[in-house]
């Protein structure tokens, strides 16, 4: 009995040897299928095109100039002329306010200026009166025919008149410039467009009564859209890289992939806060004669830093070394070489080669087995994580 038990422990000794050796078999298998993978590089020549490097920002479109058009005087509402979306030129007439109210203001100045000439023609005719009979006592009193009390009466008078004179005339100017300032009023009531372009916004409708006496009422806003200005937001770390009369282009939602080019009109000095985030405003002026750009347009800009255009390009993980200077693998056949190479414009994906490399070169960019365990790795969680 106990030889059958020895019997039956030697079997699975043996077997859980031979299953041993089984897995260690395929793991010599696995690693050296893998070693000799890992020999396959992954190899890319090197192209021609275009490069840069640049800052990625979002923005809105705005008119650069325009105008919000407000109501100097109360009223209602008689007339609106326009409507939106209108082209208009500058002193168009845009709406009417009632003016029944300044017209009579009007009309009752006039009518006190000519009532003043009125009394300043009889002074004048008066002093000329009071002139004759001082000239003639004056005669008279040399001749010892009147006495000095009466010349010196017609003196006085005479004096008397050219002040009232003095006084009715600038009662007159008074007058006039009230009258000016109630004619003015009354042309507030007819609307004029201050500048040309399109009526963007109406906020007032035919019948609305204004009250002009707190501020003025917002009636309209026209802007001239054949010109942009596109405020573009900058975080604080960009910023400081963003220069006047720099390159910009910037694309629209709705508009595909065609880009609009510029430069950098202004950098604002005082910054937004928007959730504790610091963000500047860049702003730049885009033309817009075809039309196609509206106001409030969403944007998506590019500052472009630096840029090549028909140049060597090679992938950047392919490039060791930063700044100016760099080494890159090149493979002719079965052999692999370093060679020295000067770097331009650098990317997140490409680099520029100025010179150590040609065209259609092969260039070593990775190990293939390596790429595929770090995919694989990435995807089952083996990667590095973020704080």
Known sequence: MNKIKALLSAKRVIGLSLGLLALTISLMAYWLTSSAESTTLLVEKVTRGDIENYIGATGALEPKQYVEV????????????????????????????????????????????????????????????????????KSLHEKRAVSEDTL???????????????????????????????????????????????????????????????NAPLLLKIADLSVLTLRADISEADVTRLEKTMPVYFKTFGGGERRWYSTVRQILPTPSIINDV??????????????????????????????AKDALLVPLGAVRGRGARGEVSV?????????????????????????????????????????????????????????
């Open 70 to 137: 407000g109501a100097q005087v109360s009223g209602q509402i008689k007339k609106i002329y326009i409507e939106e979306g209108d082209l208009v030129q500058a002193g168009q007439l845009l709406a009417e306010i009632d003016a029944t109210v300044f017209e009579t203001q009007v009309q009752n100045a006039e009518a006190s200026l000519e009532g003043n000439r009125a009394q300043l023609q009889q002074l004048q005719a008066e002093l000329e009166l009071a002139e004759l009979r001082a000239k003639r006592n």
């Open 152 to 214: 010196f009466e017609s003196q006085a008078n005479e004096k008397i008149l050219r002040a009232k004179i003095r006084a009715m005339e600038a009662q007159i100017k008074a007058d006039t410039a009230s009258l000016a300032g109630d004619r003015a009023t009354l042309g507030y009531a007819k609307i004029f467009a201050p500048i040309a372009g399109t009526v963007v916004t109406i906020s007032v409708r035919e019948g609305q009564t204004l009250n002009a006496n707190q």
């Open 278 to 307: 610091v963000l500047y405003q860049a702003l730049i002026d885009i033309d817009n004669t075809d039309g196609l750009l509206m106001d409030a347009m969403t944007t998506q800009v590019f500052f472009v830093l630096e840029s």
């Open 331 to 387: 493979k002719k056949g079965a052999q692999i070489t370093p060679v020295k190479v000067a770097v331009g414009v650098r990317n997140r994906t490409h680099a520029e080669i100025i010179s150590g490399l040609d065209e259609g070169v092969d260039i070593v960019v990775g190990d293939r087995n390596s790429s595929a365990r770090d995919k694989s790795s990435s995807m089952l969680g083996g990667g590095s994580r973020r704080p």
